[in-house]
C-alpha cells in the first residue's frame, strides 16, 4: 500500500512539473519583445511548436472576415510547369461534409498562413506606417526569419503531399501562392452582388529534396 502512494505521489509530481514547465513556456511566449525573449525565442518556439503554440484568437472582437489558403504548382524534370492546383479546398470540401468528427488538416494550413506575417506586433505596426513604408523596410528579426522559413517550408512539403501524382510522382521544385479573400464586410451580406477583394502572395521557389 505504501508502495502504490509513493508511485501515485511521484506521479502527481511529475505531472506537476510538466505542467508547471508548459505554463513557463507559453507565458514565455507570450511576453512583449526584450533582448531575453530574442535570444532564446527559436529555443521556446521549437518546444511549442506545432501543437502547444498560443496565440489571442479567442478573443479577438470580430467575426470571420477573410478566407485563406494556398495554391501550388510544381516543376517537372523536363523543365515543364503545371497549372497551380487548389490543395486547401478538397479539406474544406470534407469538413463541409462532415459535421460531427471533421478532418483538422486545413487549420494546419490556415494557421501556418498565419505564420508568415505572424512578426513581432510592435515592428509589424512600424513596418506598416505610411511614414515607415517611404523608408527602407525594418529587417526581420532572427525568430522572424525562422518562422517564416519554417512556414514556408511546411506549405511547400504540404502541398506536394496533395499532389501525389504530379510530374508522374517525380517534381523538382514546387513553388506555393498564398491567397486571402477578404469578404464583403456584414453590412453587405444581404447583397448578392457584392464582391471581396483577393489578394496573393507567390513564394519562391523550393526544390523537393529541401521540403522534407
Known amino acids: 500500500m505504501t508502495q502504490h502512494i509513493m508511485v501515485r505521489r511521484a506521479a502527481l509530481i511529475f505531472g506537476a512539473a510538466l505542467l508547471g514547465a508548459y505554463f513557463l513556456l507559453a507565458s514565455?511566449?507570450?511576453?512583449?519583445?526584450?533582448?531575453?525573449?530574442?535570444?532564446y525565442y527559436d529555443q521556446v518556439n521549437a518546444a511549442m511548436q506545432p501543437y502547444l503554440a498560443q496565440n489571442w484568437m479567442l478573443f479577438a472582437p470580430n467575426p470571420l472576415s477573410?478566407?485563406?489558403g494556398i495554391l501550388a504548382r510544381a516543376r517537372c524534370t523536363d523543365g515543364t510547369v503545371t497549372d497551380f492546383y487548389d490543395v486547401t479546398r478538397p479539406y474544406v470540401k470534407e469538413v463541409q461534409n462532415d459535421r460531427f468528427f471533421p478532418s483538422r488538416v486545413n487549420r494546419l494550413v490556415s494557421g501556418t498562413i498565419t505564420q508568415l506575417d505572424n512578426g513581432d506586433p510592435l515592428l509589424q505596426r512600424l513596418r506598416d506606417t505610411k511614414k515607415e513604408k517611404k523608408?527602407?523596410?525594418?529587417?526581420?528579426?532572427?525568430?522572424?526569419?525562422t518562422s517564416q522559413d519554417?512556414?514556408?517550408r511546411f506549405m511547400s512539403r504540404y502541398s506536394l503531399a496533395q499532389m501525389p501524382g504530379v510530374c508522374d510522382g517525380h517534381p523538382v521544385a514546387v513553388q506555393v501562392r498564398a491567397y486571402l479573400h477578404e469578404l464583403p464586410p456584414w453590412s453587405k451580406r444581404k447583397d448578392a452582388s457584392a464582391k471581396g477583394t483577393i489578394k496573393y502572395q507567390d513564394l519562391s521557389w523550393r526544390e523537393a529534396?529541401?521540403?522534407k
Open 66 to 68: 477573410e478566407d485563406r
Open 28 to 39: 514565455f511566449a507570450q511576453t512583449p519583445l526584450t533582448p531575453v525573449k530574442v535570444k
Open 209 to 211: 529534396d529541401e521540403t
Open 150 to 152: 519554417q512556414a514556408e
Open 135 to 145: 523608408k527602407k523596410q525594418l529587417p526581420l528579426l532572427p525568430y522572424e526569419k
